[in-house]
């Protein structure tokens, strides 16, 4: 069943400590995304890769990183220095930066910071 | 820079009445808009985009470039139109899509 799996679904953190969400497609995407969504605000992009190896922030980056070493996975790590990093953060992919604006979403993960 | 607006968080109507939900844009260059769906315990998905210029599930929406403007219409409400809608912008030369805060759509029986 092709399409894009994130893990793990719910994620409990205490303050201070990184936790790594993972992501990943069997799509043969070329570009992925990440995105996180709070109530009221829609969803924001964190970070982007549009091709193995590159990747690039997005609109708030601060506190994440990211890495692309497999075309299949787009792993996000949130970081200490996150301020706020409690949210529901979606995967998604696309066959090439853009695509005619159809992006593939994964099931999201929320994150719970204690 | 970028920016999508959707006034309306929630917004209910009967089963049958029309319906529309509303989007506005602020982008310098040309647009790439899109309606995107997210019903529930489904993941989001692609509603329609302006340029195919198609009708899905019997919704419809028209770009206003002098009113910035990208509503997404349906004559009459199903009650599994129920969900939330997110309308979004492609811009950007890395061509990334910039969100609305989405607008819960009820349809009442």
């Known amino acids: 069943d092709g399409g894009i799996t994130q893990s793990p679904k719910y994620l409990f953190r205490k303050e201070g400590q990184n936790v790594t969400l993972s992501c990943e497609q069997n799509?043969?995407?070329?570009?992925m995304y990440w995105y996180r969504q709070d109530p009221g605000q829609g969803l924001r992009l964190i970070y982007y890769?549009?091709?193995?190896?590159?990747?690039q922030k997005g609109d708030i980056a601060e506190g994440y990183s990211v890495s692309r070493e497999k075309k299949e996975s787009f792993p996000l790590t949130v970081t200490s220095a996150q301020k706020n990093p409690t949210a529901f953060y979606l995967c998604?992919?696309?066959?090439?930066?853009?695509?005619?604006?159809?992006?593939?979403f994964g099931e999201g993960s929320r994150l719970t910071v204690l | 820079a970028q920016r999508v607006t959707q006034p309306e968080k929630l917004l209910s109507v009967f089963k049958g009445a029309p319906v529309e939900l509303k989007c506005n844009y602020s982008y310098s260059g040309s647009p790439e808009l899109f309606w995107y769906v997210q019903y529930s315990r489904q993941r989001l998905q692609l509603l329609l985009r302006?340029?195919s210029r198609e009708s899905i599930k019997g919704f419809t929406a028209d770009l206003n470039k002098g009113e910035t403007s990208f509503h997404l219409k349906k004559p009459f409400a199903q009650e599994e139109d129920s969900a939330m809608y997110y309308c979004a912008l492609l811009s950007g030369s890395a061509r990334q899509l910039t969100f609305g805060s989405g607008t819960q759509l009820t349809v009442l029986p």
């Open positions: 799509l043969n995407h070329d570009a």
């Open positions: 302006h340029i």
């Open positions: 890769s549009q091709i193995v190896n590159d990747f």
């Open positions: 998604a992919s696309s066959s090439s930066p853009g695509s005619r604006g159809e992006l593939f």
